[in-house]
């Protein structure tokens, strides 16, 4: 099987259940077709170079997975008839160093999908001792002395 990338933009006006639609239906192609998906990278709304479609901004999200040729052809199908998706790239991994980054960048969009959860440091409490005076202290006037 060998390694592919795709990168797409959904429109900006979409709402954002509509744009995890968009990006559950092409992952539901890739499914279909026999593909293994490796990770997905959301990369949010960003401004594109120029404008596509009238639109000056998009909803990027890349796709990283493993497939068979005729994936591809069946993807990027789908994705030209697709009124929400304005672009899309897809990027064939061969070499050896070309998949040694693909497993690099998968690795990181694992690493940003799943959200670290840090524990909190115990700090194990001491007891504070504080004085507390029972009994009102005593003031002496000061004795003056006339001349």
Not at 5 to 24: H, N, R, S
Not at 39 to 60: F, I, S
């Amino acid at each position: 099987m060998t390694c592919y990338e795709t990168l797409f933009v959904v429109k900006p006006t979409l709402t954002d259940e509509e744009t995890v639609a968009q990006i559950e239906k092409v992952k539901a192609i890739l499914a279909k077709e026999g593909a293994e998906l490796l990770a997905t990278d959301d990369m949010g709304m960003r401004k594109l170079a120029y404008p596509v479609e009238k639109n000056a901004r998009g909803y990027y999200t890349v796709l990283f997975y493993k497939g068979e040729g005729t994936v591809i052809t069946e993807l990027e199908r789908n994705l030209k008839i697709n009124e929400d998706v304005i672009k899309f790239l897809t990027v064939k991994y061969v070499k050896n160093k070309e998949l040694i980054q693909f497993n690099k960048l998968v690795e990181s969009a694992i690493k940003k999908s799943t959200p670290v959860v840090e524990e909190a440091p115990v700090v194990e409490e001491t007891p504070v001792e504080v004085a507390v005076e029972t009994e009102a202290p005593v003031v002496a006037e000061a004795e003056t002395t006339e001349a």
